[in-house]
Nanobody
Framework: QVQIAEFGGDLVQPGGSLGLSCVVS????????MSWYRQAPGKQREFVAR???????AYSASALGRFTISRDNGRKFMYLLMNNLKIEDTAVYYC?????????WGQGTQVTVSS
């Protein structure tokens, strides 16, 4: 059984930084692509960033230049460093993984950017 846990959501001021972690557990699981998505109140869930098993990355236009995604394949761990946060970054951030053709989601962690 695959379990995903996200950590690091918090209240931060505009212009501040925050790091989100995603930890995956499960026996004999092989993780392909790992991604971050987010969902703001009243809006659809949207893509933020992804990283392949070969560490190729992609970012949304909003995240590009401000966010950095990384992963540790051995520890089944993914990290999102968010800099220069804006009020519009406020959302629940979700970890998403693709493994052997199946897709899994975490429960999300709340990020609130407010002064």
């Amino acid at each position: 059984q695959v379990q995903i846990a996200e950590f690091g959501g918090d209240l931060v001021q505009p212009g501040g930084s925050l790091g989100l972690s995603c930890v995956v557990s499960g026996d004999d699981i092989s993780i392909d692509t790992m991604s971050w998505y987010r969902q703001a109140p009243g809006k659809q869930r949207e893509f933020v960033a992804r990283i392949t098993i070969g560490h190729r990355t992609a970012y949304s236009a909003s995240a590009l230049g401000r966010f950095t995604i990384s992963r540790d394949n051995g520890r089944k761990f993914m990290y999102l460093l968010m800099n220069n946060l804006k009020i519009e970054d406020t959302a629940v951030y979700y970890c998403n993984i693709l493994s052997d053709g199946a897709e899994y989601w975490g429960q999300g962690t709340q990020v609130t950017v407010s002064s």
